[in-house]
């Protein structure tokens, strides 16, 4: 099975910075891309970024602007670049892995991220 390791997450003031970084390692299939959700308390899963493969990134409309998702692919990894932090962005991150039909299939064990003053 895939393992993704995360990292990166912590408890910041609003307007502040967070990278969160993603391994992948194991038996890794073919993918389609990385990327992440995110859980607030109370709330669904939700997407919040996607780097593809052929290196297109789509992201949530609530952080457009102010996340970037980069990947290095050779390592299989994933990062979230957050900045322009809000409280509203305070949940639990995961990354994922994409098999080839677009699902995500794979899940980190996810990474806090709180957002107060």
């Known amino acids: 099975q895939v393992q993704l390791g995360e990292s990166g997450g912590g408890s910041v003031q609003p307007g502040g910075s967070l990278t969160l970084s993603c391994t992948a390692s194991g038996n890794i299939p073919e993918f389609n891309g990385m990327g992440w959700y995110r859980q607030a308390p109370g709330k669904e899963r939700e997407m919040v970024a996607t780097?593809?493969?052929?290196?297109?990134?789509n992201y949530a409309d609530s952080v457009k602007g102010r996340f970037t998702i980069s990947r290095e692919s050779g390592w299989n990894t994933v990062y979230l670049q957050m900045n322009s932090l809000e409280p509203e962005d305070t949940a639990v991150y995961y990354c994922t892995l994409y098999s080839l039909r677009g699902d995500a299939s794979y899940w980190g064990q996810g990474t806090q991220v709180t957002v107060s003053s």
């Open positions: 780097r593809t493969n052929g290196g297109w990134a």
